[in-house]
Every structure is written in C-alpha cells, then in structure tokens.
C-alpha cells in the first residue's frame, strides 16, 4: 500500500469513529436529562428575594451609594452612543474627485469630524461603484445591440 493510500485509508476510519450512530449519545457517560445547574438552583434560591434586593439595592444609590447607582444604571438603561450631528457639505454632484475634496477641505477646515467625513467619503466610494456598475452595463448592451445588429445584417 502507498503512503498516499494509507493515509486516505485512516483518514477514513477517523471520519467513520467521528460519526454519532443515530440514537446514541455522543458522551453516554455525561451529563444526565434533567440536570440543574448550580446558576439554575441559585436563581431559584433567590427568586422569592429578588423584589426586596432590587427594593434595597434602589434604597442604597438613593442614599448616595454609587456603587449601588452604577448597577442599577449599567443593568437598566442602554449606554449612550455619540450621535452625529448633521453637516452641510458644499458637494457639486458633478464628479466624485470634486465631491472627495470637498469633504477633505471641509475636515481640515474643522467643520466635519474625521468620522463624519469617512462616512460621507465611503458613501462617495459605493457611488463611484454603482456609476461603475451601470456604466459597464451600458456598455455591454451597446456591444450586444452592435452584435445582434451583425448577426442579422
């Protein structure tokens, strides 16, 4: 036998041991249905609780507890993310390289953020691809008209 068959040959036998057989657990040996984990028993140990630690946990930040603020704040609220605000930016529309500059001389100018400008210069950079898109496409039904024209002439 090659090496090359040998090794196709155990490769094959490991893909056979590593198959489940339908019906049998792949560790028989573990964890049994029914099983409750400790987080489990621990959330039903304080379930009956939870009203009077939230009650007193509330109590705390409200005398000054910033430990006990922080919690409940980090637990109940959504954090807070920046949002832009809006920004006229002089764009010509009469080509994108203008465009682009525009948006590079309104940043060094200070008016836009480096965030904002790199969103505005993204959306450029998918219309430079989509008048690249539909310009090849112009192209290629003036070649297929120019060919059917061919065809039946």
């Given at each position: 036998?090659?090496?090359?068959?040998?090794?196709?040959?155990?490769?094959?036998?490991?893909?056979?041991?590593?198959?489940?057989?339908?019906g049998?657990?792949?560790?028989?040996?573990?964890?049994?249905?029914?099983?409750?984990?400790?987080?489990?028993?621990?959330?039903q140990?304080?379930?009956?609780?939870?009203?009077?630690?939230?009650?007193a946990?509330?109590?705390?930040?409200?005398?000054?507890?910033?430990?006990?603020?922080?919690l409940?704040?980090?637990?109940?609220?959504?954090?807070?993310?920046?949002v832009?605000?809006?920004?006229?930016?002089?764009?010509?529309?009469?080509?994108?390289?203008?465009?682009?500059?525009?948006?590079?001389?309104?940043?060094?100018?200070?008016?836009?953020?480096?965030d904002?400008?790199?969103?505005?210069?993204?959306?450029?950079?998918?219309?430079?691809?989509?008048?690249?898109?539909?310009?090849?496409?112009?192209?290629?039904?003036?070649?297929?008209?120019?060919?059917?024209d061919?065809?039946?002439?």
């Amino acid at each position: 036998m090659t090496d090359t068959a040998v090794m196709l040959n155990f490769a094959g036998d490991i893909q056979d041991m590593a198959r489940f057989k339908p019906g049998q657990s792949g560790n028989p040996a573990g964890k049994p249905k029914g099983t409750i984990s400790k987080v489990t028993k621990l959330r039903q140990s304080i379930e009956k609780d939870v009203p009077a630690i939230l009650a007193a946990l509330v109590e705390q930040a409200k005398n000054g507890d910033t430990s006990a603020a922080k919690l409940l704040l980090e637990r109940t609220l959504p954090p807070m993310r920046p949002v832009d605000q809006p920004v006229s930016i002089p764009l010509t529309g009469e080509n994108l390289t203008d465009d682009g500059r525009a948006v590079l001389v309104a940043l060094g100018a200070g008016q836009v953020g480096a965030d904002q400008a790199a969103k505005v210069l993204g959306g450029l950079g998918a219309l430079a691809r989509i008048a690249e898109v539909d310009e090849l496409l112009k192209r290629v039904e003036a070649l297929e008209k120019a060919h059917a024209d061919q065809t039946t002439a």
